[in-house]
């Protein structure tokens, strides 16, 4: 404080900065962390459906193919020899 009691304006300055002269409060770190980790879970769980839906549309589409293959051959189904026996049986889907 100056001589009479008032503020200088150099020590105005400086209490009009709460920044230096009170502690902060990171609440807002607090929350980064567990959103950062729920983005992270999303998106590795995103990447694994999509990965599934592809695999799965890749199986229907073969199996639309070969349908279709078997019906312009007049075929009623696939043969596959069954290596124990030695004898042919229809593919099951």
Avoid: C, W
């Amino acid at each position: 404080m100056g001589e009479t009691g008032a503020l200088t304006r150099g020590e105005n300055a400086l209490n009009s900065l709460p920044a230096l002269t009170q502690p902060q409060h990171h609440a807002g770190k607090d929350r980064i962390v567990p959103q950062l980790i729920f983005f992270a879970v999303l998106g590795v769980v995103a990447y694994v459906g999509y990965r599934s839906f592809l695999r799965e549309a890749e199986r229907v589409t073969a199996k639309a193919r070969r349908a279709e293959a078997e019906q312009r051959a007049g075929s009623n189904g696939t043969l596959v020899k069954d290596p124990a026996t030695g004898e042919y049986h229809l593919l099951k889907d």
